[in-house]
């Protein structure tokens, strides 16, 4: 009974971690290029460029 309580946990808490996935800066400016929102997709391609990321 108990090993299948802490199965059960670790089945949940995975699941809760995953939900918490976020974008990143690359594709937050390609959303906003896409979108038509020009200005917001240059200031992150921009922090990206000078921190070495040669995409941006």
């Known amino acids: 009974m108990r090993k299948s309580a802490l199965i059960g946990s ?7 971690g995953s939900v918490g996935a976020q974008a990143g800066p690359w594709e937050a400016g390609m959303v906003a290029y896409n ?10 391609f921009r922090a990206l460029a000078e921190a070495g990321n040669a995409r941006a």
């Open 10 to 16: 670790i089945a949940a808490l995975s699941l809760l």
């Open 35 to 44: 979108r038509g929102d020009y200005v917001p997709a240059i200031r992150l």
